[in-house]
């Protein structure tokens, strides 16, 4: 008894969530449409949230240890398209309208998920401050990925647009900050 005990000890305080000064660093309860603290590794936390239309392609808010004021704003795109050239899409500048701005993002890669693949799709870094300014000034974050003569991102991308919820967002980035402060 005695040694199970110690294995179990041993197992929780060796897991990721102890490590590293992490301990008292703890993710948020999973809410539909509202930003929370989502994910918590060593070195980053991310705010979270759902996606409205393809509710696992989430948008996030990445702070890194060092970085904990200014955010990588992240989402994730599923697709379950037959193009043979799908799981080497990466690295590639796709063209999309985001908040009602044409920009340009990074596909960062696309690996095999499911019966598809999950693309990273990263749109750069921003003050915190201006992410929260930005991300509320419309009732719903949107983005709609746009075909252009580069990338023709319908022959990769089944579902072309996603929106998300702003709910929480700011006391979400808030926390995420501080936390991000502790590691």
Known sequence: MKTLVFIIFLFIFNSPAFSEGTSSLVADEHKDNEWIVSYI????IHA????????GDGLHVRFV?????VGNLLTFVYSYSKNPDL???KNKYVT??????????KVLFTSPF???????VDLGWMPKNDLKKYLTKDNVISMTYLDS???KITEYFDVTQNNWDNVGLGDALEKASTMCKKL
């Open 41 to 44: 590794t060593k070195n980053s």
């Open 48 to 55: 979270s949230v759902n996606g409205q239309v393809t509710y």
């Open 65 to 69: 240890k060092g970085r904990c004021d």
């Open 87 to 89: 799981v080497n899409f």
């Open 96 to 105: 999309t309208k985001f908040m009602g701005e044409k920009i340009i993002v």
């Open 114 to 120: 499911l019966m598809g693949h999950r693309s990273t």
């Open 149 to 151: 003569e580069e990338t």
